[in-house]
């Protein structure tokens, strides 16, 4: 039997189990303009960041999701098209439409592909993605498989050495098996912070760490408000950061046919919100590579990574707290709760 939003819920705790949670979103979705398939998808992976302590990608973005979708910039029905173009490569045309989606429509035909050459491209254009980007890539290594992906998002961040903003935060995320334990995986946006911690910040009153952005004046800031009303994210590490973004750009927007991050204006869509670019993930299957077998690689680097001192690898906090949702359910406010029941009409 379907949970239903109003099961599972606990009053003192105010938390939900992980179908409820889904299926509440779900509802939103579908209520404001997606299809069935879209809101399920889109439903699973922010009640996925939720359950796994991803905040700034969870239940935080319905608000946003939702405002996109009445604007009229994002559409909610759009059906992917998925293009078999080469030995290694699929191209799939979004339809002005959400990533995961396209992802969805094209995977078994890439994990097919991936298999027989062992490597396979995928490359998604006319693209909106709002979400955290490991959702994408993490699946693939529990299927034995090394998957990369980058996307780049809306103008928001300083070129290195520059004075104004052109790159979006642009992440990259990794995903490999290993022998035993869950996924190697990682998720990293090129900018010094994810725009949408700054704007958990904004919310709460606190300031950021130095070095994270600046002002509409250009001049250092530590207040995200500042950074949000007219200014700008700086990049991470530099150099080192702005080159990565500026690969990024060129892999998910100039390869794929997707929008660069200065490329669309939605200043005629009032709420919208998700970047409308491209997106490029590699899947390579490791089982045709000479020597030992790869995952046990992996599980010996993290037994040397541990003999070094190290104390928690990229990813274990999230698989910490997947496992302590699943016990004790998904931990939401009681005003979060409400609202986004609000927004289901329920």
């Known amino acids: 039997m379907t949970a239903s939003p109003e099961m599972a819920v606990s009053s003192a705790n105010s938390t939900l189990d992980f179908d409820s949670l889904v299926l509440?979103?779900?509802?939103?979705?579908?209520?404001?303009?997606?299809?069935?398939?879209?809101?399920?998808?889109?439903?699973?992976?922010?009640?996925?960041?939720?359950?796994?302590?991803?905040?700034?990608?969870g239940v935080f973005r319905i608000p946003g999701y939702v405002s996109t979708l009445e604007s009229g910039w994002v559409n909610g029905q759009a059906v992917p098209v998925v293009e078999?173009?080469?030995?290694?490569?699929?191209?799939?045309?979004?339809g002005n439409g959400f990533a995961q989606p396209a992802l969805a429509a094209a995977r078994p035909l890439l994990v097919e592909k991936a298999r027989s050459a062992g490597i396979a491209v995928l490359a998604i254009r006319n693209s909106h993605h709002f979400a955290a980007l490991w959702p994408d890539v993490e699946p693939f290594a529990y299927e034995g498989l090394v998957a990369l992906s980058v996307v780049n998002s809306m103008t928001c961040v300083?070129?290195?050495?520059?004075?104004?903003?052109?790159?979006?935060?642009?992440?990259?995320?990794?995903?490999?098996?290993?022998?035993?334990?869950?996924?190697?995986?990682?998720?990293?946006?090129t900018s010094a912070i994810a725009h949408g911690d700054v704007q958990i910040a904004a919310r709460k009153g606190e300031r950021l760490p130095a070095g994270m952005g600046v002002d509409s004046l250009g001049q250092p800031t530590q207040d995200p408000k500042a950074i949000l009303e007219g200014g700008a994210l700086l990049p991470f590490g530099g150099h080192k950061g702005s080159?990565?973004?500026?690969?990024?750009?060129?892999?998910?927007?100039?390869?794929?046919?997707?929008?660069?991050?200065?490329?669309?204006?939605?200043?005629?869509h009032p709420g919208a919100k998700t970047p409308?670019?491209?997106?490029?993930?590699?899947?390579?299957?490791?089982?045709k590579a000479a020597g030992q077998n790869f995952a046990e690689r992996s599980q010996e680097l993290v037994r040397q990574m541990h003999g070094v001192g190290l104390k928690r690898l990229p990813g274990d906090r999230r698989?910490?707290?997947?496992?302590?949702?699943?016990?004790?359910?998904?931990?939401?406010?009681?005003?979060?709760?409400?609202?986004?029941?609000?927004?289901?009409?329920?």
């Open 158 to 189: 300083v070129p290195h050495g520059a004075d104004r903003p052109l790159f979006g935060t642009n992440p990259i995320a990794f995903a490999a098996p290993r022998a035993d334990g869950d996924p190697i995986v990682f998720d990293l946006a």
């Open 24 to 57: 509440l979103l779900e509802r939103i979705f579908v209520r404001h303009g997606t299809s069935a398939e879209v809101a399920r998808t889109l439903a699973l992976n922010c009640a996925g960041a939720e359950r796994d302590g991803a905040h700034s990608h």
């Open 276 to 287: 409308w670019t491209g997106q490029l993930l590699i899947v390579i299957d490791p089982s």
């Open 319 to 346: 698989h910490h707290q997947r496992a302590k949702s699943s016990a004790d359910g998904i931990p939401l406010d009681a005003q979060t709760l409400a609202n986004l029941r609000e927004l289901a009409g329920i």
């Open 243 to 268: 080159a990565l973004s500026m690969m990024v750009e060129l892999l998910a927007a100039a390869l794929t046919g997707g929008n660069f991050s200065f490329e669309f204006d939605w200043k005629n």
């Open 84 to 94: 078999d173009v080469a030995s290694g490569f699929v191209r799939v045309d979004a």
